[in-house]
């Protein structure tokens, strides 16, 4: 018997709970259901003996039970009540994040750690780290055991974004880039192929999709060749380190490329069609607060990145930055410092980036001086707050577990100049300014980089579809939900439009391969390596 979200019941292990527990679960949740919030509910009925309360786990593990006996209706809303922390799935997609083996890297930045037991630049007890280490770096056993935990603390898994960490993934070899994702999708797909090609057709029909695959790279290993073999490993992010856009600080950090090749990478990515994830680094080597704010602002002018990963300098022991701190060459900015700088710059982030971290979440210990806090977002926009300002991108706007009335959402096109290119980023904003759905499309222009690719000539590319809302299943109706009222299929019906009148003679896609029958529904057709559409 498999459970409403298609998983073998097996998996919902009612033996860890007594039946006794079970039952009060269920006493609590009638509770829930009949409007009581979900902790005062759970201390109305405490455990027999004195032993305290009712965790959501128990929760969860009565209500799965309930469904797959046929005893309860599936119900979202009362499973996202009690969900163990729901703002992971809030965004739409689950995220699965796997660890690549060590592996040397081709830099010397001076602020990285390298312990001889994990990839550069990652330390052993981050929390990552550690899950990546304990099935040692297996991708199989990484991906599997995540879907699993995720599932069990009520996350529905059926839209899998998988993040590849590690690594600058050019620098590995070959046949390790193609077995090590076959078997991430195995993993998702619960069954084995002969190659990687296999896997990805059969996760096309798989319980857990593939939605997104993303890769880390740095600008000097970017080529149009390697961007090639990503799309045919079924990469559609790719993550690279910027740190900064000052050639001085840069150098003075050993980081071993330049801002040309920063751009000319970003402009490969683009013509490519991938989302571009950048990560940029206050109070580098060489930096103060005001070139930061200097740098902060040369990102948008340059580059605009889809996403940003905030990264401030973490002084650690055993780098080479430490000895500069030690000989009293570099002073790491105080909390306070960067609360005041990040607060300074967040507001003048566009409207279509998101914004995924504010600081790197590397346990405080590890931290020689300077900023220890991991909670640095929540400080910035109490900050914000005080000062009446806020900031406008995509994660401070989205609709997360919010209702949505589609017919009072607004379509907007923001349009904006970038490595090569016309960007138009279509939205469904709601009468509040919440972000309800969204999609990237890219027209190159003249000075765009070639890719010679059958696929994208005379080609507009969408870059990407997201709406959203709680991960719900791909296809399944649920009323309210903004991923299932026909955003998505708005938003490509509009591109189309904006790409014809603009002279294109064709859409591509580059689809996810858990996505590709979305796009194949909506009249598009297999390429190469992207699905593509007549105009």
């Given at each position: 018997m498999k459970n409403e979200f298609g998983k073998e019941q097996a998996w919902v292990d009612a033996r860890k709970y007594s039946a006794e527990v079970l039952d009060l679960a269920r006493q609590v949740l009638i509770e829930i259901e009949g409007g009581r919030e979900v902790f005062p509910?759970?201390?109305?009925?405490?455990?027999?003996?004195?032993?305290?309360?009712?965790?959501?786990?128990?929760?969860?593990?009565?209500?799965r039970q309930d469904v797959a006996r046929g005893e309860r209706?599936?119900?979202?809303?009362?499973?996202?009540?009690?969900?163990?922390?729901?703002s992971r799935t809030l965004s739409g997609v689950t995220v699965v994040t796997v660890l690549t083996k060590p592996h040397p890297c081709p830099g010397e930045c001076i602020f990285c750690p390298d312990y001889e037991e994990m990839p550069t630049s990652y330390l052993p007890d981050e929390p990552g780290a550690m899950r990546a280490l304990h099935h040692k770096f297996d991708p199989y056993d990484q991906v599997a055991a995540r879907i699993e935990a995720l599932y069990e603390i009520g996350h529905p898994t059926d839209?899998?974004?998988?993040?590849?960490?590690?690594?600058?993934?050019?620098?590995?070899?070959?046949?390790?880039?193609?077995?090590?994702?076959?078997?991430?999708?195995?993993a998702m797909n619960e069954a084995e192929s002969g190659d990687l090609a296999a896997a990805q057709t059969r996760n096309e029909t798989a319980q857990h999709k593939n939605v997104g695959?993303?890769?880390?790279?740095?600008?000097?290993?970017?080529?149009?060749?390697?961007?090639?073999?990503?799309?045919?490993?079924?990469?559609?992010?790719?993550?690279?380190?910027?740190?900064?856009?000052?050639?001085e600080i840069l150098?003075?950090?050993?980081?071993?490329?330049?801002?040309?090749?920063?751009?000319?990478?970003?402009?490969?990515?683009?013509?490519?069609?991938?989302?571009?994830?950048?990560?940029?680094?206050?109070?580098?080597?060489?930096?103060?607060?005001?070139?930061?704010?200097?740098?902060?602002?040369?990102?948008?002018?340059?580059?605009?990145?889809?996403?940003?990963?905030?990264?401030?300098?973490?002084?650690?022991?055993?780098?080479?930055?430490?000895?500069?701190?030690?000989?009293?060459?570099y002073v790491p900015y105080t909390t306070a410092e960067l609360i005041a700088l990040i607060s300074d710059i967040k507001p003048t982030i566009p409207r279509y980036c998101r914004v995924n971290r504010v600081v790197r979440d590397i346990p405080s210990d590890n931290v020689v001086e300077g900023n220890k806090r991991t909670s640095l977002r929540q400080d910035i926009h109490r900050e914000l707050k005080q000062r009446g300002e806020r900031c406008q991108c995509i994660r401070c706007r989205e609709v997360r577990g919010q209702e949505v009335e589609v017919d009072e959402c607004e379509l907007h096109d923001l349009a904006y100049s970038?490595?090569?290119?016309?960007?138009?980023?279509?939205?469904?904003?709601?009468?509040?300014?919440?972000?309800?759905?969204?999609?990237?499309?890219?027209?190159?222009?003249?000075?765009?980089?070639?890719?010679?690719?059958?696929?994208?000539?005379?080609?507009?590319?969408?870059?990407?579809?997201?709406?959203?809302?709680q991960s719900l299943r791909v296809g399944r109706e649920m009323e309210g939900?903004?991923?299932?009222?026909?955003?998505?299929?708005?938003?490509?019906?509009?591109?189309?439009?904006?790409?014809?009148?603009?002279?294109?003679q064709r859409l591509a896609v580059i689809a996810a391969v858990g996505t590709r029958r979305y796009y194949l529904e909506r009249g598009f057709e297999r390429g190469k390596y992207y699905l593509v559409k007549g105009l």
């Open positions: 509910a759970i201390r109305r009925y405490p455990l027999p003996g004195g032993k305290g309360f009712l965790n959501k786990h128990a929760l969860i593990t009565a209500y209706e599936a119900d979202r809303r009362l499973l996202a009540k009690i969900r163990v922390k729901p839209k899998i974004e998988l993040l590849v960490l590690g690594g600058s993934w050019g620098t590995y070899p070959k046949d390790y880039q193609e077995w090590f994702l076959k078997r991430c999708f195995e695959l993303a890769v880390e790279t740095r600008a000097d290993l970017v080529t149009l060749s390697e961007l090639e073999r990503m799309r045919k490993l079924g990469v559609t992010k790719v993550q690279m380190g910027v740190q900064s856009l000052d050639d150098a003075l950090n050993k980081r071993g490329h330049t801002v040309a090749e920063t751009r000319q990478a970003m402009a490969l990515l683009r013509a490519a069609g991938f989302k571009i994830v950048l990560h940029w680094m206050p109070n580098l080597l060489g930096a103060t607060p005001e070139s930061d704010e200097e740098d902060f602002a040369r990102l948008w002018e340059w580059l605009a990145p889809d996403e940003l990963k905030i990264y401030p300098t973490q002084l650690l022991e055993g780098t080479e930055l430490f000895e500069y701190w030690k000989r009293g060459e970038a490595n090569g290119a016309e960007e138009h980023f279509l939205s469904y904003v709601t009468p509040d300014d919440k972000l309800a759905g969204f999609l990237r499309l890219s027209l190159p222009s003249g000075d765009a980089p070639e890719t010679g690719w059958e696929d994208l000539a005379g080609a507009a590319i969408i870059r990407e579809v997201h709406v959203y809302g939900a903004a991923q299932h009222i026909g955003l998505g299929t708005s938003l490509v019906e509009r591109a189309g439009e904006i790409a014809g009148g603009a002279g294109f």
